[in-house]
Antibody, heavy 120, light 106 residues
Framework: QVQLVQSGTEVKKPGSSVKVSCKAS????????INWVRQAPGQGLEWMGG????????NYAQKFQGRVTITTDESTTTAYMELSSLRSEDTAVYYC?????????????WGQGTTVIVSS | DIQMTQSPSSLSASVGDRVTITCRAS??????LNWYQQKPRKAPKLLIY???SLQSGVPSRFSGSGSGTDFTLTISSLQPEDFATYYC????????FGQGTKLEIK
């Protein structure tokens, strides 16, 4: 049974960067995609991008192109999402989620979420 | 980008009611449509995938239907634990979520 455990709350200054981790346990890391979805306070869900560790292939939402970098470390079965040039509008809960290989893109396992607060 | 529009945005209902939430895509997405339930301060939970397939462990009172551009999520008999926000998501080209439907107790 795959579980995703994310790093803790981050408080950042505008203009800085944040790197959130998502550690996977169970399953075979690398054979499924890890995606990142964020949720601003009181708002809906927004897909940011994803990676297939086995191939190292990334796919980013156009809105975040150039500002987000998603990576993995297979030795520690951990995925990372780094967001740069932070602004107040990036204050949100950031989730990692798994998409199984061969599925139709449904996100069946989610991390618990990481709160990122951007404030001067 | 494919846009997803849910209706209604909010809904009041009673325990035991039958409830339907609709989701419309801005272009055809075949059956690449998933439904999630989210409770406050919790991660979303997958309910339905591929438009009509029930995720393992999800009660059978939840069902999904549709293809192309129009989809529905139906809860046949509302239970107290079903009061939450529901999101549709297309996975035909990248991923886009609907704006959510908040289901509240009447």
């Amino acid at each position: 049974q795959v579980q995703l455990v994310q790093s803790g709350t981050e408080v950042k200054k505008p203009g800085s960067s944040v790197k959130v981790s998502c550690k996977a346990s169970g399953g075979t890391f690398g054979t499924y995609a890890i995606n990142w979805v964020r949720q601003a306070p009181g708002q809906g869900l927004e897909w940011m991008g994803g990676i297939i560790p086995m191939f190292g292939r990334t796919n980013y939402a156009q809105k975040f192109q150039g500002r987000v970098t998603i990576t993995t470390d297979e030795s520690t079965t951990t995925a990372y999402m780094e967001l740069s040039s932070l602004r107040s509008e990036d204050t949100a809960v950031y989730y990692c989620a798994r998409i199984k290989s061969g599925s139709r893109g449904d996100m069946d396992v989610w991390g618990q979420g990481t709160t990122v607060i951007v404030s001067s | 980008d494919i846009q997803m529009t849910q209706s209604p945005s909010s809904l009041s209902a009673s325990v035991g009611d039958r409830v339907t939430i609709t989701c419309r895509a801005s272009q055809s997405i075949s059956s690449y449509l998933n439904w999630y339930q989210q409770k406050p301060r919790k991660a979303p939970k997958l309910l339905i995938y591929a438009a009509s397939s029930l995720q393992s462990g999800v009660p059978s009172r939840f069902s999904g239907s549709g293809s192309g551009t129009d989809f529905t999520l139906t809860i046949s008999s509302l239970q107290p634990e079903d009061f939450a926000t529901y999101y549709c998501q297309q996975s035909y080209r990248d991923y886009t979520f609907g704006q959510g439907t908040k289901l509240e107790i009447k």
